[in-house]
Structure formats: structure tokens, C-alpha cells
């Protein structure tokens, strides 16, 4: 259970800065609602449209936008195990190498900045999923991510 846990927390801080970005790409792009949305006329009003679809283009970009919403609410909650877990790591060199883990960078760049072997940039990552997965509840069963951040709480 706890090992499921350790592996959904390295893959959330894995992907960190990626959803940060696109967090803040999609909510920039939703904000301009409808541009360019016409509805047709003439000709093309009165053709028959493909079984089992709209043509309302207004209704297919709602539905388009209500999918991006819910990309944005699932990689928020993903981000928030992480933020919500942030204050257990209190040792200088594990919040130093979680800072730049979460900015995206990579071990070996962290390791040339701390002037630190990779592999002990790896060892401190370690030490910090460990934190962070001890603070999950055992009501998670680690099948999915759903689980994990149902219970992200607890930290």
C-alpha cells in the first residue's frame, strides 16, 4: 500500500512543473469563451449532418471546454498531494533538491548546482517520497490515482 503511495507521489513530483505549465496555458486559452464561434447558414444550414453528432458549434465547444476543465481540476488535485505534503520536509538539502525538482530540473543538474553526486540527489528524492507517502492514510488501496488524492488530507 504505503510502496503504491511512494510510486503515485514520484510520479506527481515527476510531472510537477509540466502541470504547473499547462494549469496556466489552459486557464489563459478557456478564458476567451466562444471567439469564432458561428453558427452556419445558407447552403450548409439545410445539408443533413453525421448520425449521432451536433452541428451546433457552440455546444461542441462547451463540450470541448468541460473536458479541459476537467484536465485542469484532475492535475490540480495531483499538485496539491504535493503542496499539501510540502511541510513535512523541513531538512535544508531535501527542500533544496525539492524545490528544483518541482521547477523541473533534472538530478544532474540539481547535483552540479548542490555540488553533489546524481546518485545522492537521488538518495535525498528518496528520503522525501518516503516523508510525504508515510502521511497517506491506509484507506488507499494504490490502484489509481483517485485513491491517493482522495485521502491527500492527511498530510
Known amino acids: 500500500m504505503k510502496e503504491a503511495a511512494s510510486n503515485q507521489i514520484e510520479s ?3 510531472d510537477y512543473h509540466w502541470m504547473m505549465n499547462s494549469i496556466k496555458i489552459l486557464r489563459d486559452s478557456m478564458k476567451d469563451a466562444g471567439e469564432g464561434l458561428t453558427a452556419q447558414y445558407g447552403d450548409a444550414a439545410g445539408m443533413p449532418k453525421a448520425q449521432g453528432t451536433t ?6 465547444e462547451c463540450v470541448r ?24 520536509i523541513t531538512d535544508e538539502r531535501e527542500i533544496e533538491v525539492l524545490h528544483w525538482l518541482l521547477e523541473g530540473k533534472s538530478y544532474r543538474w540539481i547535483a ?10 537521488g ?4 528520503s522525501i517520497i518516503k516523508k510525504m507517502s508515510e502521511y497517506v492514510p491506509n484507506g488507499t488501496d494504490g490502484t489509481n490515482d483517485t485513491e491517493l488524492l482522495k485521502h491527500k488530507s492527511a498530510c
Open 65 to 88: 471546454r468541460e473536458r479541459r476543465y476537467s484536465v485542469i481540476q484532475k492535475y490540480e488535485a495531483k499538485i496539491s498531494v504535493i503542496q499539501d505534503c510540502m511541510h513535512l
Open 112 to 121: 552540479m548546482h548542490m555540488g553533489l553526486s546524481h546518485t545522492h540527489i
Open 55 to 60: 452541428s451546433d458549434p457552440v455546444y461542441r
Open 12 to 14: 506527481i513530483l515527476k
Open 123 to 126: 538518495r535525498i528524492k528518496d
